[in-house]
């Protein structure tokens, strides 16, 4: 039995960040909003762009879009590993939260920035930077006004459901 690599990430990354995300305030947002967009977004694009020149400079020959589709594939810290590893390393409660708030967010730039590079890749073109921000930006008023209609409905659908373990088996 094989799965579509197509479907890994739609399948595996949205119940990996549910309990993250169930446990991640609004109001620790609203006091990180000058931290989380930083971190979420610039750092992400910084990471990748040297991401690709060490893989540049280490690959003699790869293409500045393969390399880039490198960089953007293993640039975004992993939010659940900050889980794991901040517990046991004695990591503050205050970074912690404020990594896996990030962690929630980083994933917009990372996968928008591989798609971009792997669409000029495959066609053998250039980065276009400008139709990337586009989709940067598309990609991400797009999660926000979906996440917000679905966790809606969600809740409106669990509120509605008098049984707990019904409710609980439906989260």
Known sequence: MSIDPHLILPIFLPPLLWSLARRTSWGQIGSQLNVVPTMSIILVFLTVAALTATAMLMLPGLSLTT??????AIAPPDPVAVDAVAGPAGIPKRITGTLQTEGLFNDAASIVTFNVAM??????????FGKGALQFLYAAIAAVLIGLVVGRLAAMFANSVPDSVIRTAFT
Request: net charge negative; no cysteine; aromatic share 0%.
């Open 67 to 72: 390399a880039m589709v490198l960089a953007a």
């Open 119 to 128: 669409a000029a890749a495959v066609a053998h073109g250039e980065v276009d």
